[in-house]
């Protein structure tokens, strides 16, 4: 089983839909989380972080469920600037104080016209 | 304030030769990370540096993968021998130190595009 998992999509929308990722994780001891977004080959950056009591930015919305280990990102009122790669990221902190990333391979949102 | 600096941008090498790769951390961050970014797939940690200390390097190949960070700052990457399945982006990334979430938070460098003929 992989550590973080995505559904890798694509996922094909129109303009000003509203489209959910999920995502799922292995490790009960993960402590951080995040969403990145990698635009067609860019660097990822990161999108938001994820709080155990849900959180929102914008046209954005980040849930975390740690009892099922499950994470998802909402996205409202899609815009053509929105398609990319949306990449799951959770933290195993190990014996280190710095986490490693952990990525999900990602889910491609394409935003149409 | 200036990002994670990495050179070159692109490199095409064949198979067996050597190659290397440059990293500058954003200034502060004590902790830099490289990672292989295989096409359509996530980005895979090779080594964790903690100042001049490797944290983790349990998925770097070292027979053929070496890393080094030797002040603390700049770092380098190098493949000897490449094979054709290191194609792949390589990207650097630094954060802060500690277990607050804001310290947690890594930011990339642009990467090389590694291409192994």
């Known amino acids: 089983r992989k550590e973080v998992e995505q559904d890798p999509g694509p996922f094909n929308v129109p303009e000003g839909a509203t489209v959910a990722f999920n995502c799922t994780y292995s490790?009960?001891?993960?402590?951080?989380f995040f969403w990145y977004r990698q635009d067609c080959r860019k660097e990822p950056k990161l999108l938001m972080s994820?709080?155990?009591s849900g959180n929102e930015d914008g046209r954005f919305t980040a849930q975390l469920n740690r009892a099922s280990q499950y994470i998802s990102l909402l996205i409202r009122d899609s815009k053509l600037s929105d398609s990319a790669t949306y990449l799951c990221?959770?933290?195993?902190?190990?014996?280190?104080?710095?986490?490693?990333?952990?990525f999900g391979q990602g889910t491609t949102l394409q935003v149409k016209p | 304030e200036a990002g994670v600096a990495q050179s070159p941008r692109y490199k095409i090498i064949e198979k067996r030769q050597s190659v290397a790769f440059w990293c500058n951390p954003i200034?502060?961050?004590?902790?830099l990370y490289w990672y292989q970014q295989i096409l359509g797939q996530g980005p895979k940690l090779l080594i964790q540096?903690?100042?001049?200390?490797?944290?983790?390097d349990s998925q770097l190949p070292k027979d053929r993968f070496s890393a080094e960070r030797l002040k603390g700052v700049d770092s380098t990457l190098k493949i000897q021998p490449a094979k054709l399945e290191d194609s792949a982006v390589y990207l650097c990334?630094?954060?802060?130190?500690?277990?607050?979430?804001?310290?947690?938070?890594?930011?990339f460098g642009a990467g090389t595009r590694l291409s192994v003929l």
């Open positions: 990334a630094s954060s802060l130190f500690g277990r607050a979430l804001y310290k947690n938070i890594q930011y």
């Open positions: 490790n009960s001891a993960s402590q951080s």
């Open positions: 994820v709080y155990s």
């Open positions: 990221v959770v933290t195993d902190h190990g014996s280190s104080n710095t986490g490693k990333l952990i």
């Open positions: 200034s502060g961050h004590a902790t």
């Open positions: 540096f903690q100042n001049n200390g490797v944290v983790d």
